[in-house]
């Protein structure tokens, strides 16, 4: 593994703000629909599973990187070899990649329905990757400050749920376990979309002072995202008839367009535009991510990777222009993400585990035939 200038590190407790700011994203505007389109007003159930599920695959992947040096490049190419190793990074690289598109793109779309829609596609995702370049540019640890900034700036944003209580029915959520388990399972991993940006653990581990204590943090921002995800749930499921519900994008958006200030007239313009502080650093942290791995890979300068990313994303932006294919980009993106979670890291769980059983077999056996 390289070593990093202690300069270039963060503290443990910053894990928390960078896992969190992955995890609430773009995705908290409009996931009631599709996790209620299984399970119904029982999805909440479906939130506390997906949860339950990251928090294993969290400890996993802290297994994976404290005894295999941290580096998952390396990693890679340990557990699997040269070539089949470099496969392995090339993908990782391609699904930071494809999350940063995914996000960047659905929230232009927000904007575009909800504030501008004669805005040009490639003007706000010009402003977007300008910024992110000048974030990612300057390193990790602006990334990180970034990531700190956006998870506490818009944070009093859900206290607005405050608004919509004069007109929530929690009866709706009755009767509990009215579902079969298999549509419980089909929410939760539909539900796993909204809990994805945890994975880029596995590239900033290397950057973090004191790496093995940061896993209680981690913990931790998974815990208040699942919160957070019940929270708006639960108001949701309450605000919302089901038929409502199954016609609503953006139903967190609809709930907040509700809300009357005497000096702002549409509210819900304020809650996108607001919403941006929280879309960058999901945005900055995984093209990091992606140019990182390129850079190991590559054995180049991080910043040529960074412009020749930047550049594939604006394009895809571009080409992404219907409804039809957002919802195709999204729908992509949580399949391979979820099958990323629940076959990629426990196969990376495992050989690891079997490693370190023949390692130390090896050594007790060295040990055993010195001494005799």
């Known amino acids: 593994m390289q070593k990093i200038k202690e300069i270039f590190l963060v503290s443990p407790f910053l894990v928390f703000f960078l896992v969190h700011s992955e ?17 119904g007003y029982d999805s909440w159930i479906s939130v506390i599973i997906a949860a339950i599920f990251v928090h294993i695959l969290i400890w996993m992947i802290y297994y994976v990187l404290d005894n295999g040096g941290g580096d998952i490049v390396t990693i890679h190419k340990t557990l699997f070899g040269g070539m089949l190793g470099n496969i392995f990074n090339f993908a990782l690289l391609l699904y930071f990649l494809l999350w940063s598109i995914t996000v960047l793109r659905t929230y232009i779309e927000v904007v575009q329905v909800w504030m501008f829609p004669t805005l040009k596609t490639w003007t706000i995702a010009l402003v977007f990757l300008l910024l992110t370049y000048y974030v990612v540019s300057a390193g990790f640890r602006t990334v990180a400050g970034v990531c700190f900034l956006g998870v506490v700036i818009p944070l009093g944003l859900i206290f607005l749920l405050i608004y919509p209580l004069e007109y929530t029915h929690f009866s709706n959520l009755l009767p509990v376990f009215d579902e079969r388990l298999k549509d419980y399972f089909t929410a939760s991993k539909n539900m796993m979309l909204s809990y994805l940006g945890f994975e880029t653990l596995l590239v900033f581990y290397p950057f973090i002072k004191n790496a093995k204590k ?6 931790h921002a998974n815990i208040f995202s699942f919160m957070m995800y019940l929270l708006v749930t639960l108001f949701s499921f309450a605000f919302f008839s089901q038929e409502q519900l199954a016609r609503n994008i953006w139903a967190t958006l609809s709930m907040v367009k509700i809300v009357q200030v005497s000096f702002v007239e549409r509210f819900d313009f304020v809650f996108v535009s607001m919403w941006c502080l929280v879309i960058l650093p999901n945005i900055t942290l995984a093209i990091w991510c992606s140019s990182r791995v390129a850079k190991l890979m590559l054995n180049i300068r991080q910043h040529v990777t960074l412009i020749v990313l930047l550049c594939i994303v604006l394009l895809a932006c571009i080409f992404l222009d219907t409804r039809f294919k957002i919802n195709m980009l999204n729908n992509y993106t949580n399949i391979i993400g979820f099958y990323l979670a629940i076959s990629y890291i426990p196969i990376l769980f495992v050989m690891t585990f079997i490693k370190k059983k023949i390692k130390k077999k090896r050594t007790n056996n060295g040990q055993t035939s010195s001494s005799t």
Do not use: D, M
């Open 23 to 39: 995890q609430v994203g773009v995705g908290v505007l409009g996931y009631q629909r599709v996790i209620a389109k299984y399970a």
């Open 214 to 219: 940061s896993q209680k943090f981690a913990h």
